[in-house]
């Protein structure tokens, strides 16, 4: 594999998540992989899931890692082609991505959405700077539009916990005082999409997600209905998509509940993290054996291992 920037740059899905879950029970089985490889991780928003588990990956790859917070620590950078750069971007993005590739095999980038210019969102600034820059592979570690290392860890969790064929998957949107970003949502749906799986999206009207992504996936309106007899229900925010970055209603009537939880078949709950108690869901559904949302966020470092594994595997 020559970078890792969507779901679809995987060879095969299902051999992946097997693999993720082979890492699992051997991590340091390929520790040999990576000697005297660097991977450098750039992060212009924060972290704390992806940014531990993708540097344990390395770890147990046998790779160092070099990290880079682009918020506080480096210069800013332009990313315009022929501008002259009088104001406060300091360094030109043709220069920064060039000098990374002499320190490192591969790079790791995390630049969220603005929320603010759809288009501008939708063009991945950032992200197809360095894959236009840089001369080592790329991976990303949540962009403006996905979070595919998010759905390749989800992907490893429902697998280790499906206990029937062709399950009963809802991902519902709940609520969030922020307006929050789509990549989690449009990687999930993704990823979802497919697994031979009842596949189903909650929401209220108004937070359809961008419908290139949703494609003919059942939507519904009615969360209590969608949770009847499933067997993982997965919870998001996202702002509207429609009206860009748009927060369309804030009461808790999309809350995930233990009284909504009671409607599906004992099912299982998911979140990628980090989790609002109270606002996305309750104290009750958080603290049930029947969340997983530890487990994912354990995942989350075979899955990046895997991908490290591919990339490092490919040369
Ligand atoms: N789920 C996730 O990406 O967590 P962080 O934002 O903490 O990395």
């Known amino acids: 594999m020559k970078q890792f920037l969507t779901l679809s740059d995987l060879p095969d899905l299902d051999q992946a998540v097997n693999e993720g879950l082979a890492l699992k029970k051997d991590p340091y089985k390929w520790e040999a992989l990576g ?14 899931r992806t940014r531990l588990s993708t540097q344990k990956a390395a770890q147990q790859l046998g790779i160092k890692t070099m990290i880079m917070n682009f918020s506080n620590e480096a210069w800013a950078l332009e990313y315009e082609d022929g501008t002259q750069m009088s104001g406060l971007r300091s360094e ?3 220069e920064a991505a060039a000098v990374i590739s002499q320190y490192c095999d591969v790079v790791a980038i995390r630049a969220f959405a603005s929320l603010t210019d759809k288009q501008k969102d939708e063009q991945e600034i950032v992200l197809n700077s360095f894959i236009k820059f840089a001369t080592i592979p790329v991976i990303n570690m949540e962009s403006a539009t996905g979070h595919p290392l998010q759905a390749l860890a989800d992907a490893i ?4 916990y499906q206990q029937k064929s062709r399950p009963k998957i809802v991902l519902t949107w709940a609520p969030h005082p922020k307006a929050l970003p ?24 108004g937070y359809e997600l961008n419908p290139k992504i949703t494609k003919n996936t059942p939507l519904t309106y009615n969360q209590e209905e969608a949770f009847e007899g499933a067997d993982f229900v997965y919870a998001k925010n996202w702002c509207s998509y429609s009206e860009y970055g748009k927060i369309l209603r804030t009461d808790d009537q999309w809350m995930v509940t233990d009284e909504k939880m009671k409607l599906t078949n004992n099912a299982k709950f998911m979140h990628c993290l980090p989790i609002r108690r109270n606002i996305v ?22 899955a990046a291992q895997v991908v490290l594994k591919k990339i490092l595997e490919h040369g």
């Open 92 to 94: 030109h993005i043709r």
């Open 182 to 205: 789509h990549a989690v949502g449009n990687s999930f749906v993704r990823m979802a999409q497919q697994l031979d799986a009842n596949f189903v999206i909650a929401q209220p009207k």
């Open 157 to 160: 969790t429902l697998k280790e």
């Open 281 to 302: 869901a309750t104290d009750a559904v958080l603290d049930s054996p029947n969340s997983l949302v530890i487990e994912q966020a354990h995942n989350r470092t075979f």
């Open 35 to 48: 000697n005297q490889k660097t991977l450098g991780m750039l992060f212009f928003n924060p972290s704390l």
